[in-house]
């Protein structure tokens, strides 16, 4: 059975910097590319990130590019996100997600972890 | 970007109803569309991808059909456990977005 477990949540000041992780297991993951998708509270989902499944190529919202910076450690059977210069508009449950496609991205979530809020306040 | 529109926003049924939840694409995705049910305080849950493929283990009440730019999710004969949010995806290519979402409550 395919599992993401996420980090707990925390709470930080806008300007902050946060480290996100997801650990994975179940399946074989250094074959799969991750995505990160994030969601503020009662609103939609919305992409953040993705990253292959060799680590070698990343990609972003624009609305995060510059300030997150994806990353996975295979050897771990982990995937990171750090976070940077957070803003209260970042506020929002932040889910790990395993790509359907083995060796290169289908671009779609077959397994999400659990979620970990991440508010940014003072 | 593409931008994802879903409708209704809300849509109040009852056990047994078929229901549809339209999503329209920006500019012609192919069959690149995902579906996802949400339900409070859960992650999204994956059920049909490249617009019609049924995820494994999604019941087969759960039908995706359109190409191009307009895409349908019908739930024929609701069951109480449907009763959650519904998104699209695009899965063409990054960035991907999401269709606002679609309410399906108890009537």
């Known amino acids: 059975e395919v599992q993401l477990v996420q980090s707990g949540g925390v709470v930080v000041q806008p300007g902050g910097s946060l480290r996100l992780s997801c650990s994975g297991s179940?399946?074989?993951?250094?074959?799969?590319?991750m995505h990160w998708v994030r969601q503020a509270p009662g609103k939609g989902l919305e992409w953040v990130s993705l990253?292959?499944?060799?680590?070698?190529?990343?990609y972003y919202a624009d609305s995060v590019k510059g300030r997150f910076t994806i990353s996975r450690d295979n050897s771990k059977n982990s995937l990171y996100l750090q976070m940077n210069s957070l803003r209260t508009e970042d506020t929002a449950f932040y889910y790990c997600?395993?790509?359907?496609?083995?060796?290169?991205?289908?671009?779609?979530?077959?397994?999400w972890g659990q979620g970990t809020l991440v508010t940014v306040s003072s | 970007d593409i931008e994802m529109t879903q409708s209704p926003s809300t849509l109040s049924a009852s056990v047994g109803d078929t229901v549809t939840i339209t999503c329209r694409a920006s500019?012609?995705?192919?069959?690149?569309l995902a579906w996802y049910q949400q339900k409070p305080g859960k992650a999204p849950k994956l059920l049909i991808y490249?617009?019609?493929a049924l995820e494994s283990g999604v019941p087969s009440r759960f039908i995706g059909g359109g190409s191009g730019t307009e895409f349908t999710l019908t739930i024929s004969s609701l069951q109480p456990d449907d009763f959650a949010t519904y998104y699209c995806?695009?899965?063409?290519?990054?960035?991907?977005?999401f269709g606002g979402g679609t309410k399906v409550e108890i009537k």
């Open positions: 997600a395993k790509d359907d496609g083995f060796g290169t991205s289908l671009y779609y979530f077959d397994s």
């Open positions: 179940g399946f074989s993951f250094d074959d799969y590319p």
């Open positions: 990253i292959s499944w060799d680590g070698r190529s990343t």
């Open positions: 500019q012609n995705i192919n069959n690149w």
């Open positions: 490249r617009a019609s």
């Open positions: 995806q695009h899965h063409n290519i990054s960035p991907l977005t």
